[in-house]
């Protein structure tokens, strides 16, 4: 299966973490680990595409809009506010063509 197509352990992973966010408040750290970790995979079968599913824009979107949005008056989201940066991370290096792996931290790139 393309990782183009819909996923559905994907949209599983977002009810289990963003949409149980939103719904009951309750931020489950293992469940964004887990939709992370499935994001990053995902990755690495997206580089050399020129185009990235909806599905997987929505949920990066959605995963740091959500945590950002209840961080404000959630103090136990507040502490985990780091978690809406990296899936940032993950759209922009979707974005740009680049895994996880790829790239160091404050190492410029050689072209």
Known sequence: MSENHFDPMLEDLKKRSVDRRLEADIFDASAFEALKDHLWRKAKGLKRKSSISKQVLFILRSAAA????????L?????????????????????????????????????
């Open 66 to 73: 959500t945590i950002r949005s209840r961080a404000g008056y």
């Open 75 to 111: 103090p136990n989201v507040h502490e985990q506010l780091h978690w809406a940066s990296h899936f940032e991370l993950i759209l922009d290096r979707l974005i740009a063509g680049e895994r996880l792996d790829e790239r160091q931290p404050g190492v410029p790139r050689i072209v």
